[in-house]
């Protein structure tokens, strides 16, 4: 079983930043595909980054510069933590966002973190 917790979102200024990180638990591998996705109220669930299975970091293009991926594994593989820092964040940055894992060819989801940029 796989559990997928967000945190780090909030409210922030036009040019602010943020952390997000996405504690992952249940046996989670190094090499398991790893991303972000966003979505925004009537349009549908879009990749932010991700790390694939070769540990290829890979981003959209609109944030392509200002967002950075990162995984940090435990020992273990038991805990893998899945960050994204976003830097000068901008109004249409605004979404919920989403951790996705891909364990065994099934896809795992968080709950979603909301981020607000204000103008």
């Known amino acids: 079983q796989v559990q997928l917790v967000e945190s780090g979102g909030g409210l922030v200024q036009a040019g602010g930043s943020l952390r997000l990180s996405c504690a992952a638990s249940?046996?989670?591998?190094?090499?398991?595909?790893m991303g972000w996705y966003r979505q925004t109220p009537g349009k549908q669930r879009e990749l932010v980054a991700e790390v694939t299975s070769g540990g290829t970091k890979n981003y959209a293009d609109s944030v392509k510069g200002r967002f950075t991926i990162s995984r940090d594994n435990a020992g273990d593989n038991t805990k893998i933590q899945l960050n994204l820092q976003m830097n000068s964040l901008k109004p249409e940055d605004t979404a919920v966002y989403y951790c996705?894992?891909?364990?065994?060819?099934?896809?795992?989801w968080g709950q979603g973190t909301q981020v607000t940029v204000s103008s």
């Open positions: 996705n894992v891909i364990h065994w060819g099934i896809p795992y």
């Open positions: 249940g046996r989670i591998f190094s090499g398991n595909y």
